[in-house]
T-cell receptor, first 114, second 112 residues
Framework: GAVVSQHPSRVICKSGTSVKIECRSLDFQATTMFWYRQFPKQSLMLMATSNEGSKATYEQGVEKDKFLINHASLTLSTLTVTSAHPEDSSFYIC??????????FGEGSRLTVL | AQSVTQPDIHITVSEGASLELRCNYSYGATPYLFWYVQSPGQGLQLLLKYFSGDTLVQGIKGFEAEFKRSQSSFNLRKPSVHWSDAAEYFCAVGQGAQKLVFGQGTRLTINP
């Protein structure tokens, strides 16, 4: 099966700093990647859709200036949480589509903002 | 608007017992339906999916699910659970693999 890898798996940062999370499709090219946020014991909430070579499409209520998404290549999308605050602490998960009707998910990245 | 409801937040079953996790959806067109499993602190693994055709779909790890259009349901079943099945299970609906909407999840606990 296809593999999607996220890095880092865990990150702790100070309030006010920015954090970048990478999402890579290791053995396939992904024209579309998705970023989700998951609060403890809750479901996944779609934050944005990332398309290679174009601007990301954000879901309603998601601050595009707070959560910067870049999909610079067919195998890499990055999520940057800018000026992070404790309320941004969460589990962030990416997924990638091969275009055949199936999504492949990364292992997730747990962000803790102190 | 699309929505997915998993009525059971937490289910406990004994090892070896049968399992059914419920999923109801609301979708304007023919849905693409998925079941994912998530272990603590991990990403999601696809158990099975339904796009079209036979309404009873087989997945990995001995799971199956049945699409019932009349009931807008896509319940997940397993005839005999193993301790390793303890995890969080998510039902999702979407159009292809685009913009999936997830249910709230059902946490499965297995009693020895």
């Amino acid at each position: 099966g296809a593999v999607v890898s996220q890095h880092p798996s865990r990150v702790i940062c100070k309030s006010g700093t920015s954090v970048k999370i990478e999402c890579r499709s290791l053995d396939f090219q992904a024209t579309t990647m998705f970023w989700y946020r998951q609060f403890p014991k809750q479901s996944l909430m779609l934050m944005a859709t990332s398309n290679e070579g174009s601007k990301a499409t954000y879901e309603q209520g998601v601050e595009k200036d707070k959560f910067l998404i870049n999909h610079a290549s067919l195998t890499l999308s990055t999520l940057t949480v800018t000026s992070a605050h404790p309320e941004d602490s969460s589990f962030y998960i990416c997924s990638a589509s091969k275009g055949d009707g199936e999504l492949f998910f990364g292992e997730g990245s747990r962000l803790t903002v102190l | 608007a699309q929505s997915v409801t998993q009525p059971d937040i937490h289910i406990t079953v004994s090892e070896g017992a049968s399992l059914e996790l419920r999923c109801n959806y609301s979708y304007g067109a023919t849905p693409y339906l998925f079941w994912y499993v998530q272990s603590p602190g991990q990403g999601l693994q696809l158990l099975l999916k339904y796009f079209s055709g036979d309404t009873l779909v087989q997945g990995i790890k001995g799971f199956e699910a049945e699409f019932k259009r009349s009931q807008s349901s896509f319940n997940l079943r397993k005839p005999s659970v193993h301790w390793s099945d303890a995890a969080e299970y998510f039902c999702a609906v979407g159009q292809g693999a685009q913009k999936l909407v997830f249910g709230q999840g059902t946490r499965l606990t297995i009693n020895p």
